[in-house]
């Protein structure tokens, strides 16, 4: 309700975007309230769409991850026309103890379209990224959702690197070496050294460090 006295336009403020609304008009004076006038009904302009759900993940290999959303659940009076998917990598990639921190870059858009799902690909294994959508309409630009974080499946590291021989005697050897330039997106926890002799191999040392 609205009440207005004395010259000047009336406005009602606080309305909802895209929606349809009826006004009418009743006059007053001392002796009460009169009757209302004929309704004129009326539509408020559209807005951008409200900021979609977070994405799920459908799927994850060692190089891609996909993804899907919903659409938005208030499109403020205009239909959604496409979505705007970007996607953040973070310099961290899955251990052990499951996923970690790191430093992470900057927002990239990697889909522009109608459908409601996209496969990103050409990713790093076992890397981590954040994912995040909105909408648009023919008011503009939603919100983004709230971000996902997802990963790549790791695979296994590549081969140690500047394997030495440091030492040898009669009976002990002693060798170092350097991690893997690659390591398969999952931190290194073990190595382990085999020695063959005369046609037999056999593991003689296992651990963490990188010399033994």
Not at 31 to 59: I, L, N, Y
Not at 154 to 180: C, D, M, Q
């Amino acid at each position: 309700l609205l009440t207005v006295e004395g010259p000047g336009p009336a406005v009602a403020e606080g309305l909802l975007a895209g929606s349809l609304y009826q006004a009418k008009v009743q006059a007053m004076n001392r002796m009460g309230h009169g009757e209302f006038s004929d309704p004129v009904v009326f539509s408020s302009e559209a807005g951008s769409p409200s900021a979609p759900k977070m994405p799920a993940v459908t799927h994850v290999g060692n190089d891609r991850i996909g993804l899907s959303w919903a659409q938005p659940a208030h499109d403020n009076g205009a239909a959604v026309e496409a979505y705007t998917l970007e996607m953040q990598e973070t310099s961290a990639t899955v251990s052990a103890e499951g996923m970690g921190g790191g430093k992470s870059g900057a927002w990239k858009t990697i889909y522009q379209g109608s459908f409601l799902a996209f496969e990103a690909g050409s990713l790093r294994p076992g890397g981590l990224y954040r994912f995040r959508v909105r909408g648009r309409n023919s008011a503009g630009d939603g919100p983004f959702s709230p971000p996902l974080l997802a990963s790549t499946e790791a695979v296994a590291p590549g081969p140690p690197l500047a394997l030495s021989v440091v030492g040898v005697t009669a009976k002990e050897l002693k060798l170092k070496w350097s991690a893997p330039a690659f390591d398969g997106g999952s931190e290194i926890t073990s190595y382990a050294v085999q020695l063959a002799s005369a046609g037999v191999e056999r593991e003689v040392w296992r651990g963490g460090l990188t010399s033994c």
